[in-house]
């Protein structure tokens, strides 16, 4: 009998022959692998990305441009989820209403697209059908991964604009719940998809726009929905927090 199986204590044994001694102790149970816990990651990563070939009326758009993307990841295994956290800290006027709507646009758009595969050799039915990724955005006074300034409507920042007043990853408009979707992906380490971004040609020789093009993928247009791709940051310090290799799969 394991340790975990009874808090009785041990009964002198009334039988000569006992192949339990008397008064010996319990063993530990083994650890239920299923259940087993991991450590929080700190993810604080230098990302850049280089737009060009943007045409008029978007040549603002053209350089080079370098951030830090920084979140919590913790996998929990008794859950099959990664849990990926974001704290902000917002500064500026804005009402906890326009704060809850980001919120629940950010979560809405970037939860329940993707998951991760992360077979354990050692623990073959440790969430055989993956780990869903569960994003979650913080608001916080101190300790926080980013401060947000809360822009008016018809704020500008370096001759870009977005909807609502965002203008950027730490620039979002009281007025827009779209553009601050795309905007934290950022955070996730993910680069614009842009006219051509890092060598790839996002108008697919010409024949897109490259910019808000209908079904184009969050970090595209801001209406559509993060690929599989845009976790890529989130697998690798996932998969490093369990020492495992992971695949990004679509939820």
Not at 69 to 77: A, E, G, I, L, Y
Not at 134 to 163: C, F, K, M, S
Request: charged share 20%; net charge negative; hydrophobic share 25%.
């Amino acid at each position: 009998m394991c340790s975990s199986e009874s808090s009785t204590p041990p009964q002198p044994s009334t039988t000569p022959n006992a192949d339990r001694p008397a008064g010996a102790t319990n063993e530990p149970c083994p650890e239920d692998c299923t259940r087993r816990e991991f450590s929080p990651r700190e993810v604080n990563e230098s990302i850049s990305e280089t737009i060009s070939n943007a045409p008029a009326p978007y040549t603002a758009w053209n350089g080079t441009y370098g951030w830090r993307s920084k979140f919590t990841v913790q996998p929990d295994r008794a859950s099959c989820a990664v849990r990926v956290i974001v704290k902000i800290k917002v500064r500026g006027t804005v009402t906890e209403t326009q704060k809850a709507a980001w919120k629940s646009a950010i979560e809405g758009k970037w939860n329940g697209k993707a998951k991760l595969v992360c077979p354990d050799p050692a623990c073959e039915a440790a969430c055989p059908n993956g780990y869903a990724i569960r994003i979650e955005l913080q608001y916080v006074d101190r300790g926080e991964h980013y401060t947000v300034t809360a822009n008016q409507p018809t704020a500008t920042e370096g001759g870009r604009a977005g909807i609502g007043g965002t203008t950027s990853m730490t620039g979002w408009g009281v007025g827009d719940t779209t553009d601050v979707t795309h905007e934290f992906g950022h955070m996730l380490g993910c680069p614009e998809e842009y006219f051509t971004t890092d060598g790839v040609d996002y108008t697919e020789g010409g024949t897109k726009t490259g910019f808000r093009d209908p079904g184009g993928g969050i970090m595209n247009n801001p209406s559509g929905n993060p690929t599989t791709a845009n976790y890529e940051l989130v697998r690798q310090n996932a998969a490093s927090a369990m020492g495992l290799t992971c695949t990004t799969e679509t939820a």
